[in-house]
């Protein structure tokens, strides 16, 4: 269920950072998660699904877990702003 | 073209700076406080009420509700006489640290000795929050069963202190002490571990005690702090 939050803040980390960017469309989201964060891989999508917009609205999420209480942002791919 | 931005970012960076000025705040203004973890019904409020029937004349007590909704258990506490406080999380299955920041100032916190925070219950989500507490606690009672330690290891791992609520259903529930004692061992070596009954009594005194006494040595290291 904390699912929703960290996405919540994970949605506004990667608006904020496509915006300085110059990314348009954001295209991949990779996280980094500590598996003592008891993250459910179905709870954190379908919280991705419902809670996505803006640039990331269309992004595909990807993780990677690992030993720890930890919850990053990776990275982010996605389109230039043609402008 | 595909730009490829690294962030780094860590998303409990929030949470970990609110709690950072949560704990500042409760050292400058001698406040012990404990965060209070289990499941639904392990009997969280009812160990609270009997450990502040227990400290009530030697300490000040503060206590931070959190449920999804309801007061009911901030009136339960209020009942003893003390100050408590509700964060209805409307979902949210834990507390975090800008919660429990937004209340603080409904508490006179200089005044107050020990703050409990009485978790949303649940033995997954509160564990990856830290509020700003001193001490961790987690609860669990004989009615859940043993295997719970391992299956919820992160809430054990991270206590300070383990309480084992209703001794007094033992009896009828079958609970395995022996395994109980041996994994959170195994989790968590310096845990102490207390096994109580809010109902009877019963081992509320020895926890009450090791409350006081951490209470009393955390003051303490602060006089001897000459940084
Ligand atoms: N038999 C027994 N029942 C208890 C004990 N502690 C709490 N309860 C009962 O367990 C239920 C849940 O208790 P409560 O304090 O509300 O749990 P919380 O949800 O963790 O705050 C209530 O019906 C309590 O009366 C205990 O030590 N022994
Ligand atoms: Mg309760």
Redesign the interface.
């Known amino acids: 269920m904390h699912e929703v939050s960290l996405i919540y803040e994970v949605l506004l980390h990667v608006e904020q950072a496509s915006r300085q960017g110059g990314m348009n469309k954001v295209t991949i989201i990779k996280l980094t998660i500590g598996e003592q964060m008891m993250v459910m891989p179905e709870a954190l999508q379908f919280a991705f699904d419902t809670l996505r917009k803006g640039p990331a609205a269309e992004a595909e999420l990807k993780w990677e877990i690992i030993e720890g209480i930890y919850f990053y942002i990776d990275y982010i791919e996605g389109e230039e702003s043609s402008d | 073209?595909?730009?490829?931005?690294?962030?780094?970012?860590?998303?409990?960076q929030?949470n970990k700076t609110y709690a950072e000025q949560n704990r500042t705040r409760f050292y400058d203004e001698n406040t012990f406080t404990i965060n209070l973890i289990s499941s639904p019904g392990s009997g969280k409020t009812s160990v609270l009420e009997k450990t502040i029937k227990n400290l009530k004349t030697i300490m000040n007590i503060g206590v931070i509700e959190g449920d999804v909704a309801t007061d009911l258990d901030a009136a339960r506490i209020a009942k003893h006489n003390v100050k408590a406080v509700q964060i209805n999380t409307h979902?949210?299955?834990?507390l975090?640290a800008k919660m429990v920041a937004g209340v603080l100032s409904l508490f006179p916190l200089k005044e107050i000795d020990l703050m409990v925070i009485e978790n949303v219950g649940?033995l997954?989500?509160p564990?990856?929050?830290d509020l700003g507490e001193h001490v961790n606690v987690a609860l669990l009672s004989t009615t859940e069963g043993a295997d719970k330690v391992v299956k919820?290891?992160?809430v054990f791992?991270n206590a300070d202190v383990v309480l084992l609520n209703k001794i007094d259903l033992l009896p009828y529930t079958g609970f395995d002490l022996k395994q109980f004692r041996d994994d959170v061992h195994q989790l968590n070596p310096d845990a102490p571990i207390f096994e109580l009954s809010a109902h009877s009594g019963e081992g509320i005194g020895r926890w009450t005690k090791w409350l006081k006494e951490s209470w009393v040595s955390q003051t303490q290291a602060k006089d001897f702090d000459w940084t």
């Open positions: 073209m595909t730009k490829h931005i690294p962030m780094k970012h860590d998303v409990l929030t979902g949210a299955c834990h975090d649940n997954v989500c564990a990856a929050f919820y290891p992160t791992e």
